[in-house]
């Protein structure tokens, strides 16, 4: 279907259907100017097309069909004007259910094309300005959909002027829209919390066109800074190693099993395996740790009275 609504917007030449855009040259009201020659087609001359369309896939027929209802697109299309999205946007998404619902028509079903095409127009347009809104995507199920366009509508109705809803407001619009009131909280707290660029100006009275990025204080350390303490590491794991290795066995096993092990093994377990006592065992961790500790401040500092 996508191929054939593509093959549907080319030049005349190759499909024979020919449907006017809206472009930035002309701007809307030469688009509208162009769409406005085009006649209004009667419920009869409607199934005419369709038929047509539908049986011989005739593209004269079909281009008069989508041609006589490019006013119902920019009609839907102005009603979506204030969330942001160019008209010219939502006209180009709206056409394209247009077409959308040319080829899912079926005349003998006894409905008018316009008010097929309206369900087709309403959900490109929807989901245009989903995508367009945030970089975080929104909207995913049917419900937060509802909530999104209809939330403004609702508290107009309910007379909320609040822009923080309170729990009992959440209740009340949710009930007006029939859906869960979790959804309504979600999507109405998402709508007000725009994407805010980094580069927009901060308008700053010491740095006035500064963009926001520029005047976020910057946390991380500085290359120098990572470098010295990636060598401080290397050096520390080295004197480690070297001085450990100058304990008597003993001392450095129950050093290590007590202050480099995760978890640290028991005074009681390390009793058990050395027939000595829980005292004795801390008395040699308490010994091996200060010579330990003091062998690498000596070595570093180079003060050999280093106690």
């Given at each position: ?15 024979g259907i020919t449907v006017p855009t809206y ?107 989903l995508n367009n809104w945030s970089i975080v ?44 009131a979790d959804d309504v909280k979600r999507m ?120």
């Open positions: 279907m996508t191929k054939q609504i593509k093959n549907a917007l080319v030049p005349k030449s190759e499909t472009g930035d040259d002309s701007g809307l009201a030469g688009y509208m100017r162009t769409i406005s020659k085009f006649p209004i087609l009667s419920a009869e001359q409607e199934y005419e097309y369709a038929s047509k369309w539908v049986r011989d896939h005739d593209n004269e027929a079909a281009e008069k069909l989508l041609v006589s209802h490019l006013r119902l697109v920019v009609s839907v299309a102005y009603d979506f004007r204030n969330y942001g999205i160019p008209v010219g946007e939502l006209v180009a998404s709206g056409n394209m259910g247009l077409m959308q619902a040319l080829q899912k028509f079926d005349p003998e079903k006894g409905f008018r094309f316009s008010t097929y095409a309206m369900f087709w127009i309403r959900a490109e347009i929807y989901e245009t300005i995507k929104i909207g995913t199920s049917a419900n937060q959909k509802r909530v999104f366009f209809n939330l403004a509508r609702a508290k107009r109705a309910l007379g909320i002027m609040d822009g923080n809803l309170s729990d009992e407001q959440t209740e009340k619009i949710a009930a007006y829209l029939d859906v869960p109405s707290t998402r709508i007000v919390a725009r994407d805010l660029s980094l580069n927009s100006p901060a308008r700053t009275s010491e740095q006035d066109g500064a963009d926001m990025l520029s005047n976020m204080a910057d946390n991380t350390d500085s290359v120098i800074e990572n470098v010295e303490r990636h060598e401080m590491m290397v050096r520390g794991g080295a004197l480690l190693k070297k001085h450990l290795a100058a304990l008597p066995e003993r001392d450095r096993e129950i050093l290590r099993a007590r202050r480099l092990s995760e978890p640290a093994v028991t005074l009681e377990s390390l009793a058990k395996k050395y027939n000595i006592s829980r005292e004795r065992v801390r008395q040699i961790e308490e010994r091996a740790f200060n010579k330990l500790r003091d062998a690498i401040l000596s070595e570093t500092t180079g003060n050999k009275d280093v106690k």
